[in-house]
C-alpha cells in the first residue's frame, strides 16, 4: 500500500520529529510513504476564525495536492477533521469542489486510525519504557470518533506502563485561536488538565495532535514539571 503523508503546518514548522515519527512508523507497517511537496496549510485556522473566504483558496490546493493518492495520512486529527468533516461545508456553494473535497476527505485519515482501522495493526513494533498517560484530542476525539484506536496502539508497546488521565475526554484549553482570544478560560482549564497529568504518576503525556501538546508541553515546562509531552508517533516510532 502507498499513502501519501500530509505532515501539517505546526509538525512542519515547530514538531518535525513527529513528522518523521509518522513516515517511519508508516514504513515499518510496511506502507510506502510519499510526500507531497507541494502541500501547504490546509486552511482550518483561517476557517476556525470565520475567515471563509481565506480558507477556500487553501482547501482547493490541498484537494488538488492530494486528489490523485490512493491514500492520506495525517499525524493530526484536527487537520483531518478539517479536510474529512468540514471542507464540505466550506466549499458547498461550489459543488464541483464539495465533490471533489468529499472524495479525498473519504481517503484522508488520522495516523492511529489509519493504523488500527485500515490496515488492522494494533503492534508498531516498538519499545517505550517509560510511565505514559494519553489525552485524547478534541477533534480527533469528537469530530472523527476516535477512542479507542490510539490507547490500543499505546497497550502493544512494549515494556509501556499506561496510566490511566483522570477527565480524560476534557478540552486541554488550547483550541486554536480560542487560546489566544479567552487566555484566561484556557489557562484556567489548562491547569485543571496540567494537576490530572501530574496526578497519574506518568513521565510522558502523548496524543495525537501536536497543537494540544504544544499547549500541554509549555504548561509543564513553565510549571518545571519533568513530564515530557511526545506526539503518539514517536512513541510508536521508538524502538
Avoid at 515499518?28 to 470565520?50: I, K, L, M, S
Avoid at 479536510?83 to 471533489?100: H, K, N, S, T
Avoid at 486541554?172 to 490530572?196: D, I, P, Q, W
Amino acid at each position: 500500500m502507498r499513502a501519501a503523508l500530509f505532515v501539517t503546518c505546526l509538525v512542519d514548522q515547530l514538531f518535525p520529529r513527529a513528522g518523521e515519527a509518522a513516515a517511519a512508523v508508516l514504513r515499518r507497517c510496511g506502507v510506502a510513504v510519499e510526500f507531497p511537496p507541494a502541500q501547504t496549510c490546509c486552511g482550518q485556522v483561517a476557517f476556525n476564525d470565520g475567515f471563509w473566504d481565506e480558507a477556500r483558496p487553501l482547501a482547493r490546493r490541498h484537494i488538488e495536492v492530494f486528489d490523485h493518492a490512493d491514500v492520506v495520512v495525517a499525524p493530526s486529527g484536527s487537520c483531518v477533521a478539517m479536510v474529512r468533516e468540514f471542507y464540505p461545508m466550506l466549499l458547498r456553494d461550489e459543488p464541483g469542489w464539495a465533490a471533489r473535497a468529499r472524495e479525498v476527505g473519504q481517503r484522508t485519515f488520522e495516523l492511529s486510525e489509519f493504523l488500527v482501522d485500515v490496515l488492522h495493526t494494533e503492534d508498531a513494533g516498538a519499545r517505550f519504557p517509560h510511565r505514559v498517560t494519553y489525552h485524547p484530542a478534541c477533534h480527533g476525539l469528537r469530530a472523527l470518533g476516535l477512542r479507542d484506536q490510539p490507547l490500543r496502539l499505546l497497550r502493544r508497546v512494549r515494556d509501556l506502563d499506561l496510566r490511566p488521565l483522570r477527565g480524560a475526554e476534557e478540552c486541554c484549553g488550547f483550541g486554536g485561536m480560542f487560546a489566544v482570544k479567552f487566555s484566561a478560560l484556557s489557562s484556567a482549564m489548562l491547569e485543571t488538565k496540567l494537576r490530572a497529568i501530574e496526578d497519574s504518576g506518568a513521565e510522558v503525556v502523548t496524543a495525537t495532535d501536536v497543537s494540544c501538546l504544544m499547549h500541554l508541553g509549555g504548561g509543564l515546562s513553565r510549571a518545571g514539571s519533568r513530564i515530557r509531552a511526545l506526539h503518539l508517533a514517536e512513541i510508536l516510532a521508538a524502538q
